[in-house]
Every structure is written in C-alpha cells, then in structure tokens.
C-alpha cells in the first residue's frame, strides 16, 4: 500500500527585474538537505548553485533560473526560506565598537526585509549631453563565469560592463549592442574618461539587493544601527 502524499501550500511573488509573478511552494526536506550541505562547504559557489537548484525545484514558470539577476536569487530564496523555515532570521550580530567582542543575539521579520526596487530610469547612463549606454543587470550566469575566470580590478570591471550594455545611443541613433563586435564595444569603453567609466561601475555598485536596516542594543550598552544588504548578511 503506498503512503499518502501530503499537499503542499503553494504561494506567489513578483519576480523584481521582469516584474512576472510566480508560483512557489516551500522546500521540503530532501531541498533542505541539500542546502545544509552546501552551507558545510564554506564554498560560496557551491552555496549559490544549491540555491540555484532548490529554486528549480521549488518556483514554477521560469525557464532559466541562471538569467535571473542576483537580487532576483535573493527575493525568491528569502520567500522560500520564511515559508518553508519560519517568518524569523536570527543574527548574531558584531558590536560597532571595535573593542568590543560580543555577538549580539538579533531577531530579523522576514516583512522587515525591504525587497529590490528597480527602477528602469537608473539603467540609463548619460556619458555626454548627447551620449549614453542602457545597461541591464548581470544575470547569475555572468557573475558565476566571471568569478571563474578570476579577472581582477580594471580588467574585471571591463569584461563585465560589456557583458551588461544593453545599447548606446546618441542624438540620432541606437546601436544595440547585440549587433557589435566585442571589440567594437571594446573600443568603446576604452574611449571613455575616468569620470565616464566611474559612471559605469557606480552603476553595479548600486544594484538593487535585499536589505534591512536594524537597531539593537549591544550587551555592552552601545546602542548599533547596522544595514543588511544582499543575501549573504542574512545568514551571518
């Protein structure tokens, strides 16, 4: 006689970069597994691409999960992870006092945790009064190849703002960056100033992500203001 199955609550949410909304259902132990796993490597790769799995396994009506943005990663594991775990994430947070070593025991709602905002008009980027780039947000794949490659400094930021123009345009025309040569955008970046090229790299630097800003008194009576930003401080 075969065992009975146990029905599982399904829930939505609203996917921050397409603005599609999904269907998911809470892990299940066998996908608990295998984060737990994950969690024991240390290896932030092998983290990611467990997450990676268990939202496959857990969100429908996406077709690559490995074109998602990171802050899109981050929504849908936070939103499994409080219907599968509980509404609660529990820190231990440092002191803001350097000389103090106490970990402080803080209680996070998942409602506190402020989800991305993306705002198409911060993808435009005016180089000149007549020049500009529409970027769009790395997906996990690109992350995931260039911490691969092992690119540092200059040479990173360069791969990865190519990787991530969308189009550049001037007073008469929009060049879709689908239809030039790597080089040809290649060229294009190393035309720019400095102020130019900052521009560029502000913008990742200021990607949406997951946050939360929490106040707690530390044992040794300094009172802390810290900000939660992306999915790895969840988690500390």
């Known amino acids: ?12 949410i609203e996917i921050p970069s397409t603005g599609q909304t999904v269907t998911y259902r809470p892990y299940l132990v066998k996908e608990e597994k295998i984060l737990m796993m994950a969690m024991e490597t240390n290896d932030q790769k092998v983290i990611m691409q467990a997450t990676i799995d268990v ?3 857990c969100v429908d009506d996406i077709d ?10 981050e929504t849908l594991f936070l939103a499994l992870r409080a219907k599968s775990v509980g509404e609660k994430i529990d820190l231990k947070m440092k002191c803001n ?15 506190e945790i402020q989800k991305p ?4 008009e911060e993808t435009k ?6 020049v500009g780039v529409i970027m769009k947000y790395p997906s996990v794949k690109q992350v995931n190849s260039f911490t691969e490659v092992g690119d540092e400094g200059v040479d990173s930021a360069m791969s990865m703002i190519i990787a991530c123009i969308d189009s550049v345009f001037d007073a ?10 790597k080089k040809s955008l290649t060229n ?7 102020v130019q090229f900052m521009k560029l790299t502000d913008f990742f630097n200021s990607m949406p992500a997951v946050s939360c800003t929490i106040d707690y008194k530390c044992a040794c009576g300094k009172d802390n203001t810290q900000e939660l930003k992306g999915l790895q401080s969840f988690f500390t």
């Open 1 to 12: 006689m075969a065992l009975p199955e146990l029905n599982t609550a399904r829930y939505s």
């Open 55 to 57: 939202i496959k396994s």
């Open 64 to 73: 690559d999960v490995e074109s998602l943005a990171m802050f899109d990663i």
């Open 97 to 111: 006092d350097e000389k103090c070593d106490v970990r402080s025991d803080v209680q996070i709602d998942f409602e």
């Open 117 to 120: 905002i993306v705002d198409n």
């Open 125 to 130: 980027i005016m180089l000149t009064d007549d």
């Open 172 to 181: 008469d025309d929009v060049y879709d960056s689908s239809n030039e040569s």
């Open 188 to 194: 294009f970046i190393e035309s720019l100033s400095s």
